[in-house]
């Protein structure tokens, strides 16, 4: 199952999956909502290709409920974001892997089969940085950024594409008292004096990660 909010992408990846004989596209989805209500009612589905920006709510959400409906339906994302970034925090969220569209089409099948084989795939580089995280008993230094729990780097991607509290809370579907914590906590992890700084910073990474994923 592909779910991706652009259509050309949804039918490129169709066409490259499509085309092996042990592998077919059986359901497709632009945004969380129509994901799940496509995931009820097609239980052939053996792995879930997910983006994290989505037109509603971000990918990170929708694999909660994703595993809500299936526990046990494995989760490769599939993203055009800075995977230093965003892979652990794919894998956090309960996704089984990681491959940015960058990558070709080769790597996407290998990725495909290597996570319905029960494995993680992550590419050699992010491998490498995780092994030497966890050698290093997590004392190397990392950027601010990474100190933000999974919660708290949704509400700053959305704030960083212009959202307010009130709409973060209905997107997320959490309360505005909770977005205001997790925004509280964002600033002071990251050592931005005010609401304004937080927008500014946000939204400056949000340019910097597009940039970076279009060069």
Not at 23 to 37: F, I
Not at 91 to 119: C, D, F, W
Not at 125 to 133: F, G, I, S, T
């Amino acid at each position: 199952m592909l779910i991706d909010d652009h259509a050309m992408m949804r039918h490129g990846i169709t066409l490259l999956v499509n085309k092996e004989p042990d592998m077919q596209v059986c359901a497709e989805a632009g945004d969380g909502r129509e994901a799940l209500a496509q995931l009820k009612k097609n239980r052939r589905v053996d792995i879930v290709l997910l983006d994290i920006t989505l037109k509603t709510v971000t990918g990170f959400e929708v694999i909660k409920g994703i595993h809500l409906l299936t526990p046990a339906l494995p989760v490769l994302f599939v993203s055009m974001h800075d995977e230093e970034v965003y892979a652990e925090r794919a894998l956090q969220v309960g996704g089984r892997g990681y491959v940015s569209k960058q990558e070709t089409g080769a790597v996407l099948l290998t990725a495909i089969r290597e996570v319905l084989k029960g494995n993680i795939y992550l590419s050699k580089k992010m491998h490498v940085k995780l092994l030497r995280k966890i050698t290093a008993g997590y004392s190397e230094p990392e950027q601010l950024i990474s100190t933000l729990t999974v919660s708290e780097f949704e509400v700053f991607h959305l704030i960083g594409a212009g959202h307010s509290s009130q709409e973060i809370a209905r997107l997320l579907n959490r309360s505005v008292n909770t977005i205001e914590t997790h925004r509280f906590n964002i600033r002071t992890k990251l050592n931005l004096k005010d609401g304004a700084d937080l927008i500014r910073y946000a939204s400056q990474w949000n340019l910097a990660e597009l940039r970076k994923a279009m060069s």
